[in-house]
């Protein structure tokens, strides 16, 4: 076949070999169905917009852009490192969380997808090894995939774990309340998984992003805290600490943060120019002066909101949930895990119980980074209220029953 | 010598390949000195804080956070493709530019750094043959350097010119006041660059950053436009339109876009999902109601004002500068280029003249991917008012008479 020079690309064959790696997620699709005000989602790892501190946001921009020199800070180029004050007081909150640090060890992120994906990008060759719990966050997945890392599970159980983490550059995980399947990671195990890390090289990447969302028990010491316990001192901890304003304050305002050695931080920032010179000056201002006023107050208006829905989910999932589904409790966070019975695909009761129910979740493959999972599923208690939760789980153990009737 | 395990981790033996890459830019480091109110800055794209409108962003904030609606759209997760309303303006905003596109071929960026990173991100594998003016824009080479390009000079009279872009993969230019060197590419330019570009599979990435910001002459149209005319559809263009509001309205508000053919934005949606999963969708919100109630007023505050500007700092540097200094007069954006003698060096000057003169400017070696570029220097008129550019110069100008005297 002749081709006409000048005709329609081939972009494909134009695009980078990475850009193969680069496949939709399925929960990003489901977020446009949240239109549609007959469906039920349990998708989406979403705050409900009822609790965003509303006032104290309005307070802030209105403070900000009314005073010319904060307004001049927030409409012009700033820092790639991100705003001073807001780095400071990260500072006091990570010291408040065990991890003693200074402002040169903090970058603010567009959320803490990016910092996930600027971590990557420093730290990840092609084929290098990196682990991470099977189900993982599905987010973390797709921003360290682009970098083509080989997967390999992360199991402290494993008889060839130690062996494993001498040949792996990182290890990903969400140690509180994870994303997806809601468990935390015990003191013992935290110790048990520095253990393995120093070893060898292998870099830890600590996703906070649910950690203040703890609605029992105690606050458990963060990785890279007791790592800096152990080594005497941030500089020689070997710990990367991805944070998030996007659970506790409002995600559409992009703050994230990362707390690093400054060896790390200083490549981190060169990372970000690159990517995007800074993030938003007025999110990040904004953010500052809401914290500033207020976290401690504000994650308590969100816990006992967020912790009733958990137990309406539970309550409802006991009481509609056909015999062979399983789930854990989780201690907080925004998901509960659901185990099916063997042989059920989560892919096929999805789309099963959109079309016939209205309720949507997200199906397990999207967590693990070979696409097995299929007996899994994620579901999220935050976004619904109680009555809207017993209802989508009423639907949800009426589709699970219908299909393990077509099994049978 | 007996390394102890849990000891200080040897990051530049962690850290991936493409992290060697990432070198601080001098630009970035200048902008620190800022704060000294002694010191004169030439250096920077910077807009002047006193035309940021912040009338109209004052209200457009309010408006959005008053209205339940809309604050819930500004502070919830967004879509990774950017906010809907600001995309159809762009549309239109595209439309008048002579490019026919509809808004599924519109992103939302992170500024229009973040479109070049992501740009990049789809199309560039390491080794890839990348061509760009000598000079050129210093964000462009930081944001595609990471991806491990080969360089290539974009220049359309070598006599090698077809040879070279046949084996191209892209090339990068800003056709109008280009940054560093105020240059517009002529419209038979564009036609040869356009005639280049097609005769094998180069992609274009067309930076159209100072675009609006012309004070004298004819708009010329996009390279965008011009192809779309030719293969008759963008779905069939090779080249990716980078637009951004950091000049316009303001940078500190992280708005920026590409259009491309649907089949280039369903992978760039994907790389910025993984990025950062979406941009700020309060700065969205926020420059959609400020560019959809007058942009062209905004524009034509900024014009009037950057083009007396610019010809004070022609006037001052036809005063002050020695002979044997050079540049070209640039018909708008915010850059005057400097050549200075043979055998003088802009970095060695720039020590000089900050030390002993309190002026600063970029030195030309920012500007070239191989580190050349020692005789030349890039001045911003747009941060400084009529009598700091007629200061600055007459500093400027004495310190390089001084470093004549030395150098004879």
């Avoid at 990003?28 to 169905?33: C, Q």
């Avoid at 998708?43 to 409900?48: E, L």
């Avoid at 991100?82 to 200074?102: F, T």
């Avoid at 990196?130 to 992360?154: D, E, F």
């Amino acid at each position: 076949m002749v081709v006409e020079v000048g005709s329609a690309v081939d972009w494909p064959a134009v695009f980078a070999e990475r850009t193969a790696r680069m496949q939709p997620s399925q929960i990003r699709g489901f977020l446009k169905l949240l239109g549609d005000p007959e469906i039920i989602s349990f998708a989406g790892g979403i705050p409900d917009p009822a609790l965003f501190p509303v006032e104290p946001i309005t307070d802030a921009a209105n403070t900000i852009l009314a005073d010319p020199s904060l307004r001049n800070h927030a409409l012009q180029y700033g820092p790639s490192e991100g705003y001073g004050p807001l780095r400071e007081w990260i500072v006091g909150h990570m010291a408040r969380r065990g991890v003693p640090c200074a402002t040169g060890n903090v970058v603010i992120t567009t959320g803490s997808q990016q910092a996930l994906d600027l971590i990557a990008r420093v730290l990840i060759d092609a084929g290098d090894l990196v682990l991470t719990t099977a189900p993982s966050y599905l987010g973390a997945i797709q921003a360290l995939t682009i970098y083509g890392p080989r997967w390999g599970t992360l199991d402290l159980d494993r008889p060839d774990a130690k062996a494993t983490w001498r040949r792996a550059t990182a290890a990903y995980l969400v140690p509180e309340f994870s994303n997806p399947d809601g468990t935390t990671l015990s003191l013992t195990d935290r110790h048990r998984l520095l253990d393995l890390a120093t070893q060898g090289v292998t870099v830890v990447i600590e996703d906070a992003a649910y950690e203040a969302l703890r609605f029992e028990g105690n606050h458990l010491p963060a990785l890279q805290g007791l790592d800096i316990a152990r080594c005497g001192s941030i500089e020689d901890s070997r710990v990367l600490y991805a944070g998030t304003f996007s659970k506790t304050i409002a995600p559409g305002l992009r703050v994230g943060w990362i707390v690093a050695p400054g060896a790390v931080v200083e490549k981190i920032v060169l990372a970000l120019q690159a990517a995007e010179l800074h993030s938003s000056m007025l999110d990040q201002m904004i953010v500052h002066q809401v914290v500033a006023a207020g976290f401690d107050a504000q994650v308590a208006r969100l816990l006992p909101v967020y912790r009733q829905r958990r137990d309406a989910m539970l309550a409802a999932l006991d009481t509609h949930m056909p015999a062979g589904v399983t789930w854990e409790r989780p201690a907080g966070g925004m998901f509960v895990w659901l185990t099916l019975p063997e042989g059920m695909d989560s892919l096929a009761l999805l789309a099963d119980s959109l079309a016939n129910d209205k309720v949507i979740f997200v199906p397990g493959t999207s967590f693990f980074p070979d696409g097995s999972g299929h007996r899994y599923l994620r579901l999220n208690y935050t976004r619904s209220d109680e009555a809207t939760i017993e209802e989508g789980i009423a639907r949800l153990g009426r589709a699970i029953e219908r299909m393990m009737e077509v099994q049978e």
